[in-house]
């Protein structure tokens, strides 16, 4: 069974860069199939895709986010992870790690969630 | 970035009622489309995609249907397990985009 976990720190200081890693167990980030992605979700708000990397390396990057955001694979460690730069309150959201088909821009498995609070 | 509005924003429902919610989307998008159930604290899960193609291990009382610019999701007969919030995500042109919700709770 596919799972994916949000990792990194809970509290980030207004201009500071956003550090979150997701490791993916009982499948491989390797696979031609897939495109692994970030979204997230301020409290009580709607949902925002952040961007999405492929195994290659190839990156598609919300045009929102795009000067701020680093999406990066490490597959020997089977994770990925997202920098996010220069954060205001406004980056504070949970921050989701998801899969979909390189086909197509749907996400079928998501991971739980982690809350980053971007304060001082 | 193309805009999805969904309708209504809430809707309150009884145990067997049927519900239908319903997407626009700012330009059309073919079929497109996606549907998720978000409870509290939980992430989104994917019930329909393709406008009307249900995921594996989806309730059959779910259904979607549209094309073009309008969607609709359906829950034939309401579950107790049904009550949550919905969002339909257009997937036909980066960057894709959500809707705002729709949030259905209990009459």
């Known amino acids: 069974q596919l799972q994916l976990q949000e990792s990194g720190p809970g509290l980030v200081k207004p201009s500071e860069t956003l550090s979150l890693t997701c490791t993916v167990s009982g499948g491989s980030i390797s696979s031609s199939s897939y495109y692994w992605g970030w979204i997230r979700q301020p409290p009580g708000k709607g949902l925002e895709c952040i961007g999405s990397i492929y195994y290659s390396g190839s990156t598609y990057y919300n045009p929102s986010l795009k000067s701020r955001v680093t999406i990066s694979a490490d597959t020997s460690k089977n994770q990925f992870s997202l920098k996010l730069s220069s954060v205001t309150a406004a980056d504070t959201a949970v921050y989701y790690c998801a899969r979909r088909y390189s086909s197509s821009w749907h996400y079928n498995y998501w991971g739980q969630g982690t809350l980053v609070t971007v304060s001082s | 970035d193309i805009q999805m509005t969904q309708s209504p924003s809430s809707v309150s429902a009884s145990v067997g009622d049927r519900v239908t919610i319903t997407c626009r989307a700012s330009?059309?998008?073919?079929?497109?489309l996606a549907w998720y159930q978000q409870k509290p604290g939980k992430a989104p899960k994917l019930l329909i995609h393709a406008a009307s193609t249900l995921q594996s291990g989806v309730p059959s009382r779910f259904s979607g249907s549209g094309s073009g610019t309008e969607f609709t999701l359906t829950i034939s007969s309401l579950q107790p397990e049904d009550f949550a919030t919905y969002y339909c995500?257009?997937?036909?042109?980066?960057?894709?985009?959500f809707g705002q919700g729709t949030k259905l709770e209990m009459k």
């Open positions: 995500q257009q997937a036909n042109i980066f960057p894709p985009t």
């Open positions: 330009q059309g998008i073919s079929y497109w």
